[in-house]
């Protein structure tokens, strides 16, 4: 015989879909320092292998390859770490801010592509050109986020 559930389990039922205590949602239980601090760090991994690639580019290339890989896969790692980051952030931002914060994800690669890698998309620029396609889709991410939240308020 199945135990009998208490008025108290399906008020529970009722507003969280689930019987007693469930999967505990520990992303939305973390603080957004948390998510900014997360976002900054990916931030920082992906300006330190840009830098990393100027500065070979600088001394003409006296880097060997294996050295300059582990900065491509730091930058590789930011672009994860801070996308993370950055969508753990957006969610509790109002719709209007995670709107702002798409286009500004969306137009800062640009903005860098434009002013550092005009001339040289064959060299450490070509990083940055590379960024645009990972912050397209985390701009459309994060619209999608805005526009799903603004349907879900009464």
Known sequence: M????????QEDYLRHGRFGE??????????????????????????IAIAAGYIDGA????FSLPDYNIFLIGGLIGVAVSSVGL?????????????????????TPWIAAGLFARNDIHGPGAFILVLIIPATILALVLLLMAVLSNSQTP
């Open 2 to 9: 199945p135990a009998k559930r208490s008025t108290e389990d």
């Open 22 to 47: 469930g999967v505990p949602n520990v992303a939305a239980s973390l603080p957004v320092a948390f998510w900014k601090a997360t976002s900054i760090v990916g931030i920082c991994l992906i300006v």
């Open 59 to 62: 001394t003409h290339f006296n």
């Open 87 to 107: 969508i753990g952030w957006t969610r509790r931002l109002a719709p209007r801010a995670q709107v702002r914060m798409a286009v500004l994800v969306f137009v």
